[in-house]
């Protein structure tokens, strides 16, 4: 906790400009936390096999 609190502070002393661009952040930082969720949904759908796939007659 103490080392995420001291990586915003001198990244705050560092990019100062974050400040005046506040709104775009609170949507960008959500919207790249979701990319995993996207992703976790997605890759199981694309290795399925189509029905019938593998079976023998």
Do not use: C, N, W
């Amino acid at each position: 906790m103490l080392s995420i609190t001291l990586l915003g502070y001198f990244l705050g002393s560092a990019f100062p400009s974050p400040g005046e661009q506040i709104d775009k952040l609170i949507i960008i930082i959500p919207a790249f936390s979701l990319i995993p969720i996207a992703r976790g949904v997605v890759a199981p759908q694309a290795h399925q096999r189509p029905r019938g796939a593998g079976q023998r007659r």
